[in-house]
């Protein structure tokens, strides 16, 4: 196993357009998390999924995006009329059932909105 | 909710001296800490963890932290750095729940100079 995969590592788009990421968890792991990260600051928690389900969502997901994981493996991550603020690493990570279970990361999608 | 405050955003030191990077928390509930480093040009790795027991818990490569619940702290120590410590350090916060999301506070660039 590789770890977490991400995919694509970069992408440039401009203003408007749709986006989409994918993320492919380590396999045992039930858990599968987004995070945003932007120059300067800690990762900033996105949503959060139990197998297929999402659990959570944090405020920071407008309406303008979507996370699914329909088999409860892989995720994506969806971005509608991108906008420049959309500008940031998305990370995604992994971690299996149970408590205190760190997160795996991978390297992440780096997005820049033109 | 829970929420993590990083004291220091950047943190210079010389080669071989002592360092302490400051984490503070605050949560309505029992939590897990949780320290996590990013090298240049890498994805983010778990560093230590405390979640019950002994109060001091240690990394491989030197690095401790100590669980201080009355000052809701979670500060971590090197006696001596090194140049290839040079990175940014996050620390990480989530409730004792199962599934609750990891918070990360905003980071803390630990810089060692020769």
């Known amino acids: 196993d590789t770890g977490v995969s991400q995919d694509p590592r970069h992408k440039i788009t401009k203003r408007g357009q749709n986006v989409t990421f994918r993320c492919d968890p380590i396999?045992?792991?039930?858990?599968l998390y987004w995070y945003r990260q932007t120059l300067g600051q800690g990762p900033e928690f996105l949503t959060y999924?139990?197998?297929?389900?999402?659990?959570?969502k944090s405020r920071l997901l407008s309406d303008r995006f979507s996370a699914e994981r329909p088999k409860g493996s892989f995720s994506t991550l969806e971005i509608q009329r991108t906008e420049q603020g959309d500008s940031a690493m998305y990370l995604c990570?992994?971690?299996?059932?149970?408590?205190?279970?760190?997160?795996?990361f991978g390297q992440g999608t780096r997005l820049t909105v033109v | 909710a829970q929420s993590v405050t990083q004291l220091d955003s950047q943190v210079p030191v010389f080669e071989e001296a002592p360092v302490e990077l400051r984490c503070n928390y605050s949560?309505?509930?029992?939590?897990?800490l949780f320290w996590y480093v990013q090298y240049p040009n890498q994805g983010l790795q778990l560093l230590l963890k405390?979640?019950?027991?002994?109060?001091l818990v240690e990394s491989i490569n030197g690095f401790e932290a100590e669980f201080n619940k009355s000052q809701t702290s979670f500060h971590l120590r090197k006696p001596s750095v090194h140049i290839s410590d040079t990175a940014e350090y996050f620390c990480?916060?989530?409730?004792?729940?199962?599934?609750?999301?990891?918070?990360f506070g905003k980071g803390t660039t630990l810089s060692v100079s020769s």
């Open positions: 990480a916060v989530s409730g004792n729940q199962a599934g609750t999301a990891l918070i």
């Open positions: 405390y979640l019950s027991g002994s109060t």
């Open positions: 396999s045992e792991h039930n858990r």
């Open positions: 999924f139990q197998n297929e389900a999402q659990l959570e």
């Open positions: 990570a992994s971690s299996p059932t149970g408590r205190g279970h760190e997160a795996f």
């Open positions: 949560s309505s509930v029992s939590v897990y």
